[in-house]
């Protein structure tokens, strides 16, 4: 079994995209997945930002906030659980500006204490949040934002996909990246995006 981590933030779509493909990826390929987070907040922090796009950052500390507060209280293993409660109600939910309510209800769905709602608007663990979202740059470097994938000793970031692969083909995907992630002085592989995600 090959060990997979990633690093994400619930409001990211992107990285809702790549998570949804690892987990089509542990149904064809010997892996281990994990959840971490990372906060765009932080990433952002410092940032000459668009007024909108600042809001949109200072709302982003919210689930990624109770999603490191289940995982203390919890367990890690409830992190994929909550991130695909909160994920599908954010993403193809359509409900980005509803994140109270979207926190409550996976919350709930997963029959956790509501009392854990409480640290969204909290700051008391956003010192494990800082140390989660170092862990992703140390192994990638700070010219990147979410997801962050580490694969055994590979990490990138990325990738950035749309539809999210099912089956073999997601597989395949996985084997590509690994290979070039892995790849001495392999640093990037870009192209324009020409969609949006496509949550199906």
Known sequence: MTDVRMWFDPTCPWAWMTSRW???????????????????????????????????????????????????????????????????????????????????????ALDLPAGLARYAESDELDDLIRSSTAEALDRVGDDVGTPVVQVGEVAFFGPVVSPAPKGEDAGRLFDGCVLVAGTPGFFELKRSRDTGPVFD
Do not use: C
Not at 89 to 103: A, Y
């Open 22 to 108: 690892l987990l089509e990826v542990e149904k064809v390929r010997d892996v281990t997945l994990r959840f971490s987070v990372m906060s765009l907040a932080v990433l952002n922090e410092g940032r000459e930002l668009p007024e909108d796009y600042r809001a949109m950052m200072d709302r982003a500390w919210a689930p990624v906030r109770v999603v490191t507060a289940a995982a203390r209280d919890h367990g890690e293993q409830i992190v994929p659980a909550l991130y695909t409660e909160m994920g599908t109600r954010i993403h193809p939910g359509g409900r980005k500006d509803d994140l109270p309510g979207v926190i409550a209800e996976s919350l709930a």
